[in-house]
């Protein structure tokens, strides 16, 4: 009798049980893969880019051989458009998506099946000032690595960092700025690696970074009408408002300097390709010069660190207005709720960092390469 078992099936189980929380993905974020054998080759089916891993299906994921991809892990230099091509080539089904752009670091992690995730809480933790301390004292076991560029940098920098490396001793990997990695040759082990390491992230800011969020009285009377025809003009297209005066955008939106304080980064990196850096914060000028400041300021971010790029809508892509709340614009209200849903962490996340000393996300220059990589912006036209 013919063997039926599908390595993918299980996979696609524990992927999807891992987009179910919010609290370790967000629209699109995050990558999973497993290791098998097809005809006799060793294969890694990695997390489709563009698929989310709440919805992803068996065709999500791209079966590429291992041998091409631990290859590349050895050059000394990748551009983005040879790693894409050369991964693509070494596709065993062509009409797969495009493999994950980290698909060489999950070829790297010696067992059968790796997750990542941005979990809020690590990287709520790894982004506050004192974040190195903590997270070497909270994860004695894993191996972790200062923020690099996604993709083939990451990927060199744990193949060079893990030479003569003991993985059996290794729970899994904390990135800073970025996210965490656990693996196992068992579907299930892996995943439960993931939810211990992040509930023992939950639990360290439970103790030393909780929140009294109080609703505060809304007193700012903000004309939506004209921020949208303002945003529209700006823009060059029509957009959709989302409106947010929760407990926690309005107690986020009432804090002093709110320029200074609405202003120090994304979450994790690969949410600058929505949000952009920051947002446009009203607080005591009016709209217009407040955006007029936003956008001179985006365009001199940009000319500081373009090389050959050129400059995306310097309009922001949402507003914290003081005491009033948070609004997110979006080309439809799909984008506008789904940018809402990473603004919303994202706040949670600065609020807590400050608890632990201030929070800090990654440079102005990081932020541009990773606003400007290809491979990120290519992630926006699949949805």
Sequence with gaps: MKNLWNDINLRVFTSNLLGQSDELVLHGGGNTSVKSQVDGEEILFVKGSGWDLVSIKAEGFAPVKMKTLLDMAKLDTLSDTDMVSGQ???????????????????????????????????V????????QKHIKNLYPDFLIVPYVMPGFILAKTIYEMTQDFDWSKCKGIILHNHGIFTFDNDAKKSYDKMIEAVSTA????????????????VEYNLN???????MENTKGHEIALHVNKSPLALHYASQENLVEFATRGVLTPEHIIRTKRVPLVVEDDSLESSLEKFIENYKNYFEEFKKDEIMLNPAPNYAVIK???????????????ILNDIVEHTMLAVLRADKLGGYQGISLKDCFEMEYWELEQAKLRKY
């Design 124 to 131: 709520t933790i790894s982004n506050s000032k004192n974040g």
């Design 202 to 217: 939950e639990d360290f800011l439970e103790q030393n970074a909780k929140l009294d969020i109080t609703p505060l009285h």
């Design 323 to 337: 005491n009033f709340g948070v609004v997110t614009f979006g080309k439809n209200e799909k984008e506008a709720i």
């Design 88 to 122: 693509k080539a070494a596709m065993i089904d062509k009409s797969a998506p495009n493999p994950s752009v980290e698909a060489i670091l999950h070829a790297l992690i010696p067992f059968k099946v790796v997750d990542h995730t941005h979990a809020d809480a690590v």
């Design 224 to 230: 939506l009408d004209k921020l949208k025809s303002l």
